[in-house]
């Protein structure tokens, strides 16, 4: 088993920075991929950006290409979502997520992100 922890929401202008933190705790010697989810409103949770652990391969949706960045430690115990040039259609709770090697995935309670025009 894997525990998750977000941190890093908050509150920010359009146009501003923020940068997601995921603290892995548990068998994380388990994990294959380390990812970001995010869920609006009355909208399905969605695919924000995804790390393989093992080749640091990264993998994101088209709306946040060019200005979010995902990476990880070697440790596979932390990963990051930086987030730049936000925008109001990015206001969601964002989510971290975790797959084993085994397929079994993980997700954290979630952190709030709230991009304001």
């Known amino acids: 088993q894997v525990q998750l922890v977000e941190s890093g929401g908050g509150l920010v202008q359009a146009g501003e920075s923020l940068r997601l933190s995921c603290a892995a705790s548990?068998?994380?010697?388990?994990?294959?991929?380390m990812g970001w989810y995010r869920q609006a409103p009355g909208q399905q949770r969605e695919l924000v950006a995804t790390i393989i652990t093992s080749t640091g391969s990264t993998n994101y949706v088209g709306s946040v290409k060019g200005r979010f960045t995902i990476s990880r430690n070697s440790a596979k115990n932390a990963v990051w979502l930086q987030m730049n040039s936000l925008k109001p259609e990015d206001t969601a709770v964002y989510f971290c997520?975790?797959?084993?090697?085994?397929?079994?995935?993980?997700w954290g309670k979630g952190t709030l992100v709230t991009v304001s025009s």
């Open positions: 997520s975790v797959t084993s090697y085994s397929g079994i995935n993980s």
């Open positions: 548990g068998s994380t010697f388990t994990i294959n991929t």
